[in-house]
């Protein structure tokens, strides 16, 4: 059973992203410190940069472009803590 309160992203290593990986992970463990269980980076290959919730792909870089962390946090609060409010983050783009 997946531990729907587990995060992974998953980035790619020839391109370089871990740094970017891992200030998106910082975002979100700082946001979520109690509501998550788990962040994960995942070396990649390939161009990927995929955001997991559990097993379900919240974002996905070759579709979506490179997430704005407010854009992401929102996909993972609705997932992981539906009622917390996000401030700044929660206004319309």
Known sequence: M????????????QCRWLPR?????QELLTTFEAEL???SLKPGKGGVFVVRVG?????DR??????????????????????????HS???A
């Open 2 to 13: 997946t531990d729907e309160r587990r995060v992974e992203i998953e980035y790619c290593t």
């Open 21 to 25: 990986a891992a200030w998106l992970a």
């Open 37 to 39: 269980t788990e962040l």
């Open 55 to 59: 097993d379900e792909v919240v974002w």
């Open 62 to 87: 070759r579709e979506q472009g490179f997430p704005e962390p407010t854009a992401v946090k929102r996909l993972v609060r609705d997932r992981v803590a539906p009622g917390k409010s996000l401030g």
């Open 90 to 92: 929660d206004t319309p």
